[in-house]
Each structure stands twice: as structure tokens, then as C-alpha cells.
């Protein structure tokens, strides 16, 4: 079993939908859980980074965790084209080891 | 403020050759950790160095190796390259080693041939 299981998509909505994203983890004692997000031919940019459980908003982008579940979440308000992009969920396993999700593909279409 | 920044961004090697990559991290950031990203397995963590010294290692073979200099940039270096090492390698920084935020450069893109 992987420690990071994420549906790689790809997945297509209309402009203005909400998106959810979703991971799930095997490992009870991770404690930071982070969301990426990479653009072809880019590397991946920190979007949202969540300490335990709980929710974190930032302006469109809500991170949730669910730590009796081992699920982790985020969601896109109002998507936009520009959204178009590959998501990865990442936790980390302590000492700066980071173990990802395999990321899911998004396409919001106009 | 200057991000991570790779060199070279692209590579074509063939098997059995060896290569290096190199890493300058944000200003100031002293840790440097580096990932392999394939279609595949996705983004697996190879090592991280901090303070010159190798912190953490992930599951790779000998081959793949890594040294940190006293400006805190970072190279790493496969040897007997294989076709399984065509990928996109990215580097990654971070001001120091808590459970932080690390910001990725854009990657060197090898091909092995």
C-alpha cells in the first residue's frame, strides 16, 4: 500500500465549478500535509500547507484534513482556466522527506 | 528574492554515462533536498542536505549521490546512468529543517538514451 494514494484524474470541470480534491494517507502519526500545484514543464508550488486536522482558507483554496479518516482535501472555489494544472497532495514524513500523492490532473474549461 | 534555480535545464546522456546536476537554492536557505519525478512513480524524494551534510535519504540505489558546499549549494550525481533515470529532477530549499514549506526550482529534465 502506498502512503499516498491520490486518484490521478485527469479531471475536467466547467469555469466556475467547485473542485475537490482528495487524498488519503496510511500513516496516522503525519502531522503536516501540504498541496502543490505544478504547471507543465514547471516545479510544483506550495498552494497550502495544514498543520493536524482542521481547515485553512486562502482566498479561493480551502485545505482540509480529516485525521480520524486519514483524508485530505482541498477545494477550488469559482475555478478559472488558469487553475489548469496538476495537483499534488504531500505530507511530510519529518526531516524535510516529503511523500506525494500522484497527483491529479485538473482542466477547467472556459 | 531569487528563487531555486537549476542547471542545466535539460540533458541528454546515454547509458552508462554519468551526470551532474546542479542546485542553488533561495538566498539564505540552508537545506536542500532533491526528488525524482516520473509519469510512473510520480515524485519520490532522493536525499536532503543541510549544513553540508546528507540529513535523510530516500530509496534510490548508490548510484545516486549528492554533496552540499558551504554556500549551501547542492549538486547531485548518477553514475552508470540507466534508461529507468530518464526524469525530471527537482530541487528543492528551505530556510531551515521544522516541518516548513520547501519551494521547488523548475527542474533539469535528463533523458537518458
Known amino acids: 500500500q502506498k502512503e499516498v494514494e491520490q486518484d490521478p484524474g485527469p479531471l475536467s470541470v466547467p469555469e466556475g465549478a467547485i473542485v475537490s480534491l482528495n487524498c488519503t494517507y496510511s500513516?496516522?502519526?503525519?502531522?503536516?500535509f501540504m498541496w502543490y500545484r505544478q504547471y507543465s514543464r514547471k516545479g510544483p508550488e506550495l498552494l497550502m500547507y495544514t498543520y493536524s486536522s482542521g481547515n485553512k482558507e486562502d482566498g479561493r483554496f480551502t485545505a482540509q484534513v480529516d485525521k480520524s479518516s486519514k483524508y485530505i482535501s482541498l477545494f477550488i472555489r469559482d475555478s478559472q482556466p488558469s487553475d489548469s494544472a496538476t495537483y499534488l497532495c504531500a505530507i511530510n514524513q519529518g526531516a524535510q522527506k516529503l511523500v506525494f500523492g500522484q497527483g491529479t490532473r485538473l482542466t477547467i474549461n472556459p | 528574492k531569487a528563487g531555486v534555480t537549476q542547471t542545466p535545464r535539460y540533458l541528454i546522456k546515454t547509458r552508462g554515462q554519468q551526470v551532474t546536476l546542479s542546485c542553488s537554492p533561495i538566498?539564505?536557505?540552508?537545506?536542500v533536498s532533491w526528488y525524482q519525478q516520473t509519469p510512473g512513480q510520480g515524485l519520490q524524494f532522493l536525499f536532503e542536505?543541510?549544513?553540508?551534510?546528507?540529513?535523510n535519504k530516500g530509496n534510490f540505489p548508490g548510484r545516486f549521490s549528492g554533496r552540499q558546499f558551504s554556500n549551501s549549494r547542492s549538486e547531485m550525481n548518477v553514475s552508470t546512468l540507466e534508461l529507468g533515470d530518464s526524469a525530471l529532477y527537482l530541487c528543492?530549499?528551505?530556510?531551515?529543517?521544522?516541518?516548513?514549506?520547501?519551494?521547488f526550482g523548475p527542474g533539469t529534465r535528463l533523458t537518458v538514451l
Open positions: 542536505y543541510f549544513s553540508e551534510t546528507q540529513r
Open positions: 528543492a530549499s528551505s530556510l531551515s529543517r521544522t516541518p516548513d514549506t520547501q519551494y
Open positions: 538566498s539564505g536557505h540552508r537545506s
Open positions: 500513516n496516522s502519526a503525519f502531522q503536516y
